[in-house]
């Protein structure tokens, strides 16, 4: 049985006691993220752990190790549970304390994580995925990787009931991200992509996304697009640590492009790939 992680040790979770009053199970006071695992090698964990740190300080979390500390934990975590392809999860909550909305004077945080063996989603890299368009009711600060995502399970769930893979979220006609992604289309050659600001989560495949389009010399925007100009792109992409350079071959019933994955995502998987083989412990 794997081992969880528990404020730094390793236990099993037959052991983890978590308070009832904990403000992440009250208010979802507390951030996450996840990290994939390729062949026993953690991938942009840098990146992800210095995002934890970001959205910890955003909601004025102080996580109490270094990033170096916390950095050699989750190498541990990988390396004790044996994962060789898979991913970790941790999330920091603000801790225990009576309920009330304000900050509460004595609380410590508290760390979870745990691993979990994940192949990689090769058939729909494949084949490309279907998504549909649902208005985007979350919070105005979708920078922070926050545990409060009601507004994404909502889309997620109603995408999963009429067998969409995923959402595509929109406020009123500009495209922001997915439910768990970043979204993208692609014209004439160019991508094109929702800026970085406060109404999505930069993600870190996003960031080497469009490293690897500066790599191929493919031009990329970074302006908000319309729901009409997304049904119009040749080709459209998502993607998350989960998903890598997943293709959309179709938004609702409408088909993108050819209704199959497009030669300028191909390169960017092929791309992707060569990252993952160098397999470098970041």
């Not at 640590?241 to 960017?268: F, N, S, Y």
């Amino acid at each position: 049985m794997d081992l969880i992680l528990h404020n730094g040790e390793f236990i099993r979770e037959e052991d983890l006691v978590i308070s009832r009053e904990d403000r992440g199970y009250q208010f979802g006071d507390g951030i996450y993220e996840v990290i994939r695992v390729y062949d026993g090698n953690l991938f942009t964990a840098k990146e992800h752990i210095d995002r934890f740190y970001d959205s910890a300080d955003k909601i004025k979390i102080v996580i109490p190790y270094t990033k170096d500390v916390f950095h050699k934990m989750i190498y541990d975590f990988v390396e004790v549970n044996n994962i060789e392809t898979g991913q970790v999860y941790v999330q920091i909550t603000r801790g225990a304390a009576e309920r009330q909305h304000q900050f509460p004077t004595q609380a410590t945080p508290v760390i979870i994580g745990n691993t979990k063996s994940v192949e990689r989603p090769i058939a729909s890299l494949n084949s490309g995925v279907t998504a549909k368009f649902i208005e985007d009711i979350r919070w105005l600060r979708c920078d922070i990787k926050s545990l409060n995502l009601l507004g994404n399970v909502l889309a997620k769930q109603e995408a999963y009931e009429e067998g969409f893979f995923e959402a595509i979220l929109h406020r009123g006609e500009t495209v922001t991200e997915g439910c768990s992604s970043n979204m993208y289309g692609i014209k004439n050659g160019t991508l094109y992509t929702h800026p970085a600001n406060n109404l999505i989560l930069n993600g870190i495949t996003r960031r080497v996304i469009l490293e690897l389009c500066e790599e191929l010399e493919i031009p990329v925007e970074e302006r908000p697009f319309t729901k009409t100009e997304a049904l119009e792109m040749d080709e459209f992409i998502m993607s998350s640590t989960t998903t890598e350079v997943m293709p959309v071959v179709a938004i609702g019933d409408h088909k993108i492009g050819q209704g199959v994955p497009g030669e300028l995502t191909r390169k960017l998987q092929t791309a992707f790939e060569a990252r993952i083989q160098v397999g470098v412990k970041s």
